[in-house]
């Protein structure tokens, strides 16, 4: 739809006071080709037949140089934003006001400035409408405005005459947006310092014109609705004219009607009647509500991903209620989510109860298997290769199997995981796991067998959840060797309940920019090793996220942990807690802080604590993040702060389409023997 204002006059002829304020126009804007050999068109008056006198003080030669204007005039099309031609029917009544005015540029300055082939650059600046110029108007004026595109540029007097010609016309039309009606525009160039000109647009705004009547016809048809309708147009007689406000107030009112049972209904286009002796306007807008609906039964044009029970249980409505059309917009985000669609189309279908509207849901699938395959070395974890392979409906609905296979240097894994998500409830996620795996770090050597089942409440980029839980049992075998046990191995047999919650209160899931997250994790575990002993894993993870400028966001982390009941010994190593690497603390190998036996190989510990904070600083699509990490290890159930290991550096930032990508390279301040100088991360996402 094409949002300006359009100006039907109903008078007829043009007085002769007005055409002859026309002549000033015609002078700036004659075409270059004509100018060289056709004398510009006299302007006659009614009444006698001669021409006009020469225009005083144009000062400027005709615009017949051989070189064209550097800047391009914006084509119609580009205007189509701004409410003042095509938008609310605007109908004249009674006089015509008289139209703006632009005086010709009165240029007599001294010296090189009086040549007309000359080039300057020039400044622009507009006066009068310091109170009428909001943002939407400043940005509209700054984006079609002809002279704000030349203005680093050099320009001789005829070009930018030209651009003040075109300038004069926009202004007018972004005063009548606003309701300013006979706007006076007088534009004036002046010397503003060697070699550069100053442009002033002086304004005189002229009378604001105001509605005398609100008429939404038809709109009686909601019944005892209406006045919730009503109340959603925010117009009023004794408001001004304005295109933007109405064309808001048509937007809000279509908004309102699709979001209280209305999804048929039709706003028509706004008319308004001015009336220039009165220096008002009659707005009418003609309503069709259609009738009243609720939702009923969820159709599919194919069921072979999912049926219709299931994508009514992703649905947040329910038959019965009242029909949304934000709630149709959110089932259709929650349907692509699934990812198993490429795409998919929600039609309204009258049920022909006269009570509900049907939702006919049909979607295009998408490839739902998918191979993936990686190759990495990492400083201390040496080669890693790693492949998958899914399928992400192999048992519908949202039934998907994932086989995963490890091999590197320190670690050979076979896993196989069943997900189903959206299960019995929306954003509910069911998952089981079984993995072999042998592991060799620096703390510990352990060959694993582990069975796990869980069932959560997920976030997503999609949509970002505020709270999110999850409730789960493992079984774990492990065969195992570290300082404790002399080089000896050990079998432990865990069962653990894992719980977490999470808060997360920022406003964007991977590129969080201002807010917080707080989550909780406590895992009641039971091991047997020599004996059946108990203990529970627990551990608080906080983060902050403060914006500090247009450009930079300041951020910052604290995770601390600790490990009630039993001994550290008696724990098994892949148990209990470790820090350093790229999610812990930058700078130092993966899992390397904390205390060391005699072959200089962590230990592990019962309790953590780690800091980290860092100043994220944008440029466009990168950025660069200094950083400071902390954080250390204690084999008591209280972490030692005074033993806290440091790292810093500085990371690179690519901000991409579906996140940022991050690259930092850190190095420990005060290291431990065997420490490298120098670890380099990259990886999806900020650090935290």
């Not at 507009?126 to 203005?151: C, T």
């Not at 442009?199 to 919730?228: C, M, N």
């Not at 007689?237 to 048509?250: E, F, H, N, T, Y």
């Not at 072959?599 to 953590?608: A, E, R, T, Y």
């Amino acid at each position: 739809m094409n949002t300006g204002l359009r100006n039907n006059c109903r008078t007829s002829g043009t007085p002769q006071a007005a055409r002859l304020l026309l002549v000033p126009l015609l002078l700036l804007s004659w075409p270059e080709a004509q100018a060289q050999s056709v004398a510009p068109p006299a302007v006659v008056a009614d009444d006698q037949q001669m021409p006009l006198d020469p225009m005083p003080d144009i000062g400027v030669a005709w615009p017949d140089l051989d070189q064209p204007d550097s800047v391009d005039p914006f084509p119609a099309d580009d205007m189509a934003d701004i409410p003042a031609d095509d938008g609310p029917a605007v109908a004249d009544e009674g006089a015509t006001p008289v139209e703006a005015q632009a005086a010709s540029a009165a240029i007599s300055p001294p010296g090189d400035f009086a040549d007309p082939i000359k080039e300057s650059r020039y400044t622009l600046q507009l006066k009068g409408v310091e109170q009428i110029a909001d943002a939407q108007f400043d940005a509209r004026f700054r984006d079609l405005s002809v002279l704000r595109q030349g203005e680093d540029k050099s320009a001789n007097l005829a070009q930018i005459n030209r651009r003040i010609a075109e300038d004069t016309a926009l202004l007018d039309r972004l005063l009548r947006a606003k309701g300013y009606y006979a706007a006076r525009i007088r534009s004036s160039v002046a010397p503003a310092g060697e070699d550069r000109l100053s442009v002033t647009f002086q304004i005189v705004p002229g009378t604001l014109y105001l509605l005398s009547s609100v008429d939404l016809e038809g709109l009686s048809a909601a019944g005892e609705r209406e006045a919730k309708l009503r109340a959603a147009f925010p117009l009023k007689p004794g408001d001004a004219v304005d295109a933007d406000a109405i064309l808001s107030g048509q937007a809000d009112l279509a908004v309102a009607l699709a979001e209280n049972g209305f999804p048929f209904a039709k706003v028509g286009e706004p008319q308004v009647h001015i009336d220039h002796e009165e220096r008002k306007g009659d707005l009418d807008i003609v309503v069709t509500p259609g009738a009243y609906r609720t939702f009923g039964s969820i159709l599919l044009a194919n069921d072979k991903l999912f049926s219709a029970d299931h994508v009514q249980r992703i649905a947040r409505f329910q038959p019965g209620d009242t029909y949304m059309a934000s709630d149709v917009e959110d089932l259709r985000s929650a349907i692509i989510a699934t990812g198993l669609v490429s795409s998919v189309s929600l039609t309204r279908k009258d049920a022909g109860d006269g009570e509900h509207v049907d939702l006919l849901v049909d979607v295009r699938p998408a490839p739902l298997r998918t191979i993936a395959g990686q190759l990495g070395y990492g400083t201390g974890e040496g080669y890693r290769a790693e492949v998958s392979w899914q399928h992400r409906n192999l048992f519908p609905p949202e039934g998907a199997v994932t086989f995963r296979g490890v091999l590197g240097t320190q670690e050979q894994t076979a896993s196989a995981t069943y997900r189903r998500n959206n299960f019995r409830r929306r954003d509910h996620v069911l998952t089981g796991l079984v993995s072999v795996s042998n592991i060799k770090r620096d703390a510990y050597d352990a060959r694993t067998i582990t069975l796990s089942g869980a069932i959560e409440r997920q976030t997503n980029i999609l949509f970002q959840k505020k709270w999110v839980w999850r409730v789960g049992a493992e079984f774990i075998a492990s065969d195992e060797k570290d300082a404790f046990s002399g080089g000896n191995r050990r079998t432990f047999l865990i069962g653990a309940v894992p719980l977490s919650l999470t808060h997360d209160g920022s406003d964007d899931l991977l590129d969080p920019t201002r807010g917080f997250r707080l989550g909780g994790r406590l895992s009641p575990e039971l091991s047997f090793q020599n004996g059946t002993f108990g203990y529970a894993r627990v551990q608080l993870d906080g983060s902050v996220y403060q914006p500090m400028g247009d450009r930079v966001v300041l951020a910052a982390r604290a995770r601390f942990g600790t490990i009630l009941g039993s001994t550290v010994d008696r724990i098994a190593p892949s148990r209990r807690f470790y820090a350093g690497g790229g999610a812990s603390v930058r700078g130092y190998g993966y899992q390397a802080i904390g205390p060391r036996d005699s072959g200089n190989d962590p230990i592990g510990g019962k309790s953590l604590a780690e800091f980290s904070l860092e100043s994220r600083i944008r440029f466009g699509n990168f950025g660069v993040v200094p950083f400071v990490d902390a954080g250390n290890i204690s084999t008591s159930f209280v972490p030692h702060f005074r033993d806290l290991r440091i790292g810093a550096g500085l990371g690179l930032r690519y901000y991409s389409s579906f996140g940022p990508i991050r690259v930092d390279v850190g190095t420990p301040l005060n290291p431990q023997e065997g420490d490298p100088k120098v670890a380099v991360y990259v990886s999806l996402g900020q650090a935290f």
